[in-house]
């Protein structure tokens, strides 16, 4: 990829300041009419907007929970959205395998095209007035550039494999023969590596400023590391590649040769992402100032009160003789409020858990989200979301039991064959359509942990704190005339019989004079600290280490209110290694890791092949309570080929190229 295609289209555009960051106020410096290159490093305020402009790339190509239609939080298992939906971006295409190297989503050229503007502000800012800036300050700028450099070389890696290294620029005569193609992989993965490296060893560990949240760190670039080198040492990249024999034809990396992928098992793979993985752990939490959100109380100063949970809000108790009960109960139920927060408040509100967080966010993402039939208004029309962010069967049932169990060998949960029975308790509730409707949960939906309660929206159960003007909203998914299955809501529906409530503020509000609140102003997650210890638990689990491995598992599972893990939990019916993925699936669920995990696992046909992914039968208008709770298989058409572990190249990029191959079966 040249840099020199980017030069021509350069224009007032990659001037304007990243919303990746928490202002945006340089907005108003960059000059009205078409600026050259000598002007945007003609002052203090310009040069900076020029280094925030190579920021913007991020919200493209590392879509938060906003980009419900991009195909790295909808084609996998953890939710799924309406089968009408397809014509809507092109999530679809990921999950079906029908993506070509001409319908695609384009990280590549994005990734490239902001690479070459980093390129370009390193160039130019060597020729400003240096007197300009403060001391020190200038070198900042050039380690947040080498970062961003080699974070959109990981962000292409990750998606299409062995990659072209760009880190110079490429002059416009340069003959085609000359173009870069694919470096081997491991190749690639060294150079980023240490390309962080150096950004690191400049950049602050920690930014006070609150104009300056979301710029790069030294933690942030650790971190970044850290997940570069577990994925090179996970399967994919470990001797499992399926496509062994995938080589380049005329372009040679230096001393790989032809050969683009490692076919043999490299256990010093799992040491250097150890290594990494540690020392990004210790870092974010010694300058980095990073600790485990872990506030049981922040919901008090919000003035909400504490969630239901079936059965056990339904439990009466003597507080004379079942104190330590109440205590419980109380500690469960707080516990589910904090990790609601945990993914929807900020550093001045006590969240030091976020690393990186990605500011660039708008509430409009929130209504795919949001069930139909919120609210009825004064004026009798309805407060309506999308109804369409529907997790799986297969989410709601891999969250633990309250004992931090899976349900299939928790000997205290039911048996499969009562999973979908109705439960004997039962709530009197009058609807907006004036109907009084006993409310009652599945069996599956009691007896669960903490974070299914706070993340996910089942039949019967409550929705948020304030959602349904100032109470929490109760979910009828069985009821075509409140958040059921209605032909009159065309297409938005929930395809599975669930709805996510997370990432939606405990104080989101709407009212009946139709106004609303969308609660704490807060970034979405780019990454957090529970993620560094879920990869180094993974590389001890990968050495054998059950010590550490549980050293670094535990204090994700204290928080999120389960027992902690000992040795006897260690079986042949869940090995280590396949408890750190389970406790990552849940506590990382739908943060766009899953995406990657499972290919970089090679899993693929396990979790996203065909028949794999189901939803209750919430696809029926009125159904029965057996009609409804009988497991079924999605509409969609999901498949899964090996060659999905791998994006192609857009095909001009080979046409163009000389050096370029194409992934394998494209």
């Known amino acids: ?192 590596a240490n390309q962080l490296d150096e950004a690191a060893a400049v950049l602050p560990a920690y930014r006070e400023k609150t104009d300056e949240w979301g710029r790069a760190t030294s933690v942030i670039a650790k971190s970044i590391k850290a997940r570069l080198m577990l994925y090179a040492a996970s399967p994919l990249w470990n001797g499992e590649f399926p496509y062994p024999s995938w080589k380049n034809t005329n372009f040679e990396t230096p001393g790989y040769g032809l050969d683009l992928v490692s076919s043999t098992y490299d256990s010093g793979k799992w040491d250097k992402a150890l290594t990494a993985c540690k020392e990004a752990l210790e870092l974010a939490e010694g300058a980095g100032q990073r600790e485990l959100y872990d506030d049981n109380t922040y919901y008090t100063t919000q003035q909400l009160s504490l969630p239901y949970v079936p059965e056990l809000s339904d439990m009466q108790y003597d507080a004379s003789i079942d104190a330590e009960a109440i205590a419980d109960r109380t500690a469960f139920l707080e516990t589910i409020m904090k990790l609601r927060y945990l993914v929807t408040t900020r550093e001045n509100e006590g969240n030091h858990e976020i690393i990186w967080g990605n500011w660039n966010k708008d509430n409009s993402g929130l209504y795919a989200t949001l069930p139909h039939r919120i609210l009825k208004l004064n004026n009798g029309t309805w407060w309506n979301g999308y109804s369409g962010v529907s997790p799986t069967l297969n989410s709601v049932q891999n969250f633990y039991t309250e004992n931090g169990l899976p349900i299939t060998m928790d000997e205290e949960f039911y048996d499969e064959s009562e999973w979908f029975q109705p439960s004997a308790y039962t709530r009197a509730h009058t609807n907006d359509a004036g ?200 509409p969609h058409p999901f498949v899964w080929t090996n060659r999905m572990y791998l994006n192609p190249v857009f095909y001009n990029e080979v046409y163009k190229n000389p050096q370029m191959v194409q992934a394998p079966e494209y």
């Open 435 to 634: 109907e009084s409707v006993t409310l009652r949960v599945a069996n599956l939906h009691l007896n669960r942990e903490p974070r299914f309660y706070a993340w996910i929206g089942f039949d019967g159960g409550d929705y948020t704190s304030r959602l349904h003007d100032g109470e929490p909203l109760k979910l009828e998914m069985r009821n075509p005339e409140a958040h059921g299955f209605s032909e009159g809501f065309n297409r938005d529906n929930s395809a599975t019989g669930y709805l996510s409530q997370k990432f939606l503020s405990p104080k989101i509000e709407f009212n009946k004079s139709g106004t609303g609140d969308w609660g704490n102003s807060y970034p979405a997650i780019q990454i957090r600290l529970a993620e560094l210890y879920l990869n180094l638990a993974e590389c001890y689990a990968a050495k054998g280490d059950v010590e550490n491995t549980l050293k670094y598992l535990n204090p994700i599972r204290k928080r999120a209110g389960i027992p902690e893990l000992t040795n006897a939990n260690i079986t042949e019916d869940m090995s280590l290694t396949e408890w750190v993925r389970r406790e990552r699936s849940i506590e990382l669920w739908g943060e766009g890791h899953r995406f990657f995990d499972v290919r970089r696992w090679v899993e693929g046909p396990k979790y996203f092949g065909a028949g794999v992914r189901k939803g209750l039968n919430a696809g029926v208008k009125s159904p029965t309570w057996e009609q409804f709770y009988t497991p079924t298989e999605l």
């Open 1 to 192: 990829m040249k840099l020199v295609k980017y030069m021509r289209n350069w224009s007032l555009s990659v001037l304007t300041a990243s919303c990746m960051l928490s202002s945006c106020d340089y907005l108003d410096v960059v000059p009205p009419e078409q600026p050259n290159l000598p002007d945007a490093t003609s002052t203090y305020e310009r040069t900076l907007g020029f280094l925030y402009s190579c920021y913007n790339g991020i919200k493209s190509v590392d879509p938060n929970f906003n980009g419900y239609l991009h195909e790295f939080n909808s084609s996998t298992d953890e939710y799924t959205l309406p089968y009408r939906w397809s014509s809507d971006g092109i999530w679809d295409d990921y999950a079906w395998n029908t993506v070509t190297a001409n319908n695609q989503n384009w990280i590549w050229g994005t990734t490239y095209q902001f690479i070459g503007q980093c390129l370009l502000f390193l160039q130019e800012v060597e020729k400003m007035d240096q007197t300009l800036i403060p001391a020190g300050e200038l070198d900042v700028w050039k380690a947040e550039a080498k970062f961003l450099i080699a974070y959109y070389h990981f962000i292409t890696l990750r998606s299409y494999g062995p990659i072209p290294i760009t880190d110079s620029y490429i002059a416009m005569d340069t003959p085609a023969s000359d173009y870069n193609g694919r470096y081997h992989f491991d190749y690639c993965v060294d150079w980023i």
